[in-house]
C-alpha cells in the first residue's frame, strides 16, 4: 500500500516566522506505520520546498498513493 503525508502550501503570518520546519505530525504517524509493515511513505511538504498548487497536484498524481493523509 502507497502511503503519501501531505503539508500543504499555506501562509499564516506566523507560519513564516517560526521558519519552515517538517511538522512533527509526520514522524508520530510514520514510525508506528513502518513498524507495522508499511514501508512505501512518501511525503510531500508543499509549505517547506514552496510549491504551487499545480505542483502539488502533480507530485501526487506521480505518487499513484492508495491513501493520503494530511494535516
Not at 520546519?21 to 510531500?44: E, Q
Not at 508543499?46 to 502539488?56: I, K, N, R, V
Request: avoid cysteine; hydrophobic fraction near 40%; charged fraction near 25%.
Amino acid at each position: 500500500m502507497r502511503i503519501l503525508f501531505v503539508h500543504p502550501n499555506y501562509r499564516s503570518g506566523g507560519a513564516e516566522i517560526a521558519g519552515t520546519w517538517p511538522p512533527a505530525w509526520v514522524a508520530y504517524l510514520s514510525g508506528p506505520l513502518k513498524r507495522a509493515g508499511f514501508t512505501d511513505i512518501t511525503f510531500i511538504d508543499a509549505m517547506t520546498e514552496g510549491l504551487s498548487d499545480e505542483e502539488l497536484a502533480e507530485r501526487m498524481r506521480a505518487a499513484r498513493p492508495d491513501i493520503v493523509g494530511n494535516h
